[in-house]
């Protein structure tokens, strides 16, 4: 993936939580859009839902992929049911969430007694696994939501890109969902050719044209059932066909 070799990774994770950048965005995306019913009533039928997150970032994120677990699937006893799969292709952020989700996993606060996971926020269970997203190691068919949250922009070429997206294709069944937001520039629409962002920990990210992600995931099965860009980011809802 298209991380620079001297990136600082303490630097760089840390910077998404100052920033405020995490799925908070999404979240704010994913209640303006309209959802087609049938995906919905499909997600809640399930007796349990697996959600698969595509690079960790801030542990912020732990809470943010329960709210979007709470947002598609309403209800305490739906969500307690539901296993998050956060991946990362570098250890160092799999750590830092690590004793956060240990933590969640065990239900109840030593300090307070309190159960973590409550009707007014309820709580999956959380899975943290090395992978990279291009060749993701789990079952085809196996995750019902794939969540990508600007990680696309790590990959610098159209050749991985498409392997992204194979690969996360994979893993969903028929009427499974992929959540998208990724950083376009118009710019890669007349050229083929994305525009390089350095991003604090001297951070490269690669932005192509919207055109250039969407019809890539054509290319796999992944046709577009929502979709909206208020300016350079680009939020989409992916159906599996």
């Known amino acids: 993936m298209s991380v620079s070799i001297g990136i600082d990774q303490a630097r760089y994770y840390e ?13 704010e995306l994913l209640r303006q859009v309209e ?7 499909h997600l809640r039928s399930k007796g349990r839902v697996r959600l698969l997150m595509l690079g960790s970032a801030t542990v912020e994120n732990v809470y943010q992929l329960a709210r979007i ?28 969430h690590q004793e956060l989700t240990r933590e ?9 007694e309190e159960p973590y996971s409550t009707p007014e926020f309820p709580l999956p269970s959380y899975t943290l696994a090395q992978a990279d ?9 196996s995750m019902d939501v794939v969540v ?8 610098s070429d159209c050749m991985s890109i498409e392997q992204a997206f194979s690969s996360v294709a994979n893993t969903m069944p028929t009427n499974g969902i992929m ?21 604090s920990g001297n ?39």
């Open 15 to 27: 910077s998404y939580t100052r920033a405020g950048t995490y799925l908070n965005l999404m979240n």
């Open 35 to 41: 959802i087609k019913p049938c995906i919905v009533e």
């Open 69 to 96: 677990d709470q947002f598609l699937r309403p209800g305490q006893e739906r969500v307690e049911k539901d296993e998050v799969v956060i991946i990362d292709l570098n250890l160092y952020p799999l750590h830092l």
């Open 104 to 112: 969640l996993d065990k239900g109840l606060s030593d300090w307070s």
């Open 133 to 141: 997203m291009r060749e993701l190691p789990f079952t085809a068919g």
């Open 148 to 155: 990508s949250d600007f990680t696309f922009n790590f990959l």
């Open 179 to 199: 959540l998208m937001t990724v950083r376009c520039h118009m710019a890669g629409t007349l050229t083929g050719e994305p525009v390089v962002e350095n991003l």
């Open 203 to 241: 951070t490269l990210v690669h932005c192509f044209s919207a055109k250039t992600y969407i019809e890539a995931a054509r290319k796999f099965g992944l046709e577009v059932s929502t979709s909206y860009m208020p300016w350079k980011e680009l939020f989409c809802i992916f159906e599996k066909v």
